[in-house]
């Protein structure tokens, strides 16, 4: 239909009010394994990205938070759902909480019929992936067919290196 209806994919749970949403273009992409070592630093920057620029959706909230929505290919987003999986049954949770209920929207915990939230993951998850300790991080990487090199560059996407610059 030449983009003249929009679909209702997903709907998840911020834990805030969105005020604001800006488009932003980042110098980054989403890596894949054929992207190392040879077309792509390992500071995440390419040097040969055939596919453009990635966007990403900075949302400001009326409690003063920001988020960063990220679009991710197919193979990023079931490689990182395979972890946030992973870190979700490995990691603590605070206060003993289930972080993909979190998320969840009414319809999807028994009113009405919601979307869910299949198709979105939590970048603050991902993020703990230091937490683990050496093994536990290969293990979990092995349990995804991942390679740690291309999931570093998804973390610094993700965490919007390429929009705000790199930290520290």
Not at 103 to 118: L, S, V, Y
Not at 129 to 143: I, Y
Request: proline content about 5%.
């Amino acid at each position: 239909m030449g983009g003249l209806r929009l679909l209702h994919k997903s709907t998840f749970h911020t834990g805030h009010f969105p005020v604001t949403t800006h488009l932003l273009q980042s110098h980054l992409h989403m890596p894949n394994s054929s992207d190392f070592p040879a077309d792509i630093e390992p500071n995440g920057v390419d040097t040969s990205n055939p596919s453009g620029p990635l966007h990403q959706i900075l949302q400001t909230t009326q409690s003063g938070t920001l988020a960063l929505l990220t679009p991710l290919t197919e193979s990023s987003y079931r490689r990182l759902n395979g972890l946030a999986t992973y870190l979700s049954n490995t990691l603590e949770s605070a206060c003993g909480l289930n972080p993909k209920a979190w998320r969840a929207t009414e319809g999807e915990m028994g009113g009405g019929g919601g979307a869910g939230t299949r198709g979105v993951l939590d970048g603050n998850l991902l993020m703990r992936w230091g937490e683990l300790g050496v093994g536990r991080q290969r293990e979990g990487l092995g349990k995804v067919g991942g390679d740690e090199w291309v999931f570093w560059g998804e973390r610094e996407v993700i965490a919007g290196w390429g929009v705000f610059g790199r930290r520290g």
